[in-house]
């Protein structure tokens, strides 16, 4: 059974640092894995998605990376802003099996960007 | 484009009612997921609707239930509500299910439907 773990389960850091959150799982046969925030009380918004074959993403100030073979994937943000503050979740995919679409979520971390 | 949106936004019952909740996928998406977010428990898979038909289902009880109507769109029904289905859900589409061709498989969010039981 697939299990996401995420460290820090919060962090708080001051406006303009760069900072990196941590994803584990423990099954690497995954198809992809999605990095997700999730503001309070609020849906998920898709932030980067890295296909098993990749290495990372990148999307503005965020980069994504997946190490398959250990079970990681870290995403870097960078020059931190107030706006970031938000819930951040990782999530894996299995392999298309054509049965197992569903996505397996970390625990998520708590960002905090204080001014 | 229009993202997936949910009704209603906000759902109140009592213990044993039922409640339906709404999901409208992204235009062409043909999957839609649901997901709970109870407090303290994380996201939680319940079920996956791809072309009318459910795919999987999580490890939830029968009395979630669902279906998915011919324009994609999707119910999802808890019967018998207890204190402890109080929680967010979470609609959720992708471009392509059970079939491959397309590489990209993301998940797209809905803003989701606080149901609170009482």
Known sequence: ?115 | EAGVTQSPTHLIKTRGQQATLRCSPISGHTSVYWYQQALGLGLQFLLWYDEGEERNRGNFPPRFSGRQFPNYSSELNVNALELEDSALYLCASSLVGLAGGRSYNEQFFGPGTRLTVL
């Open chain 1, 1 to 115: 059974k697939q299990e996401v773990t995420q460290i820090p389960a919060a962090l708080s850091v001051p406006e303009g640092e760069n900072l990196v959150l941590n994803c584990s799982f423990t099954d690497s046969a995954i198809y992809n894995l999605q990095w997700f925030r999730q503001d309070p009380g609020k849906g998920l918004t898709s932030l980067l998605l890295i296909q098993s074959s990749q290495r990372e993403q990148t999307s503005g100030r965020l980069n994504a990376s997946l190490d398959k073979s250990s079970g990681r994937s870290t995403l870097y943000i960078a020059a931190s802003q107030p706006g970031d503050s938000a819930t951040y979740l990782c999530a894996v995919r299995p392999p298309d099996t054509g049965t197992a679409s569903k996505l397996t979520f970390g625990t998520g971390t708590r960002l905090q960007v204080t001014l």
